[in-house]
Nanobody, 127 residues
Framework: QVQLVESGGGLVQAGGSLRLSCAASGRTLSRANMGWFRQPPGKEREFVAL????????SYADSVKGRFTISRDNAKTTLYLQMNSLKPEDTAVYYC????????????????????RGQGTQVTVSA
């Protein structure tokens, strides 16, 4: 059984930065696609970013492109999301996900039907 545990969320002012981490345990995910999703208050869950197992390809939703960077450390089985220039509309619960396939969504690729998902970490950006 795979467990994904997110950390690093919190309250930050607009324009600030946060770095989210996702620690994976239970089985090796070094070859699995991984990604981040978020659910803003009162809205549906949405894709944020993905990275392939080898780490040589990443894709971002248009709303975060140029501000967020996804990375992974397969030795530590940890996924990261560096979030810069945060905006109030980035406020959401952020979820880590593993597995699934890449799916073309307009100008970017999203992560389709991930096998595992974490419990989430709250990110709140104040104006």
């Amino acid at each position: 059984q795979v467990q994904l545990v997110e950390s690093g969320g919190g309250l930050v002012q607009a324009g600030g930065s946060l770095r989210l981490s996702c620690a994976a345990s239970g089985r090796t995910l070094s070859r699995a696609n991984m990604g981040w999703f978020r659910q803003p208050p009162g809205k549906e869950r949405e894709f944020v970013a993905l990275i392939t197992g080898t780490g040589d390809f990443a894709s971002y939703a248009d709303s975060v492109k140029g501000r967020f960077t996804i990375s992974r450390d397969n030795a530590k089985t940890t996924l990261y999301l560096q979030m810069n220039s945060l905006k109030p509309e980035d406020t959401a619960v952020y979820y880590c996900a593993a597995g699934g396939t890449l799916q073309k969504s307009g100008t970017y690729y999203s992560l389709r039907e991930p096998d595992y998902r974490g419990q989430g970490t709250q990110v709140t950006v104040s104006a």
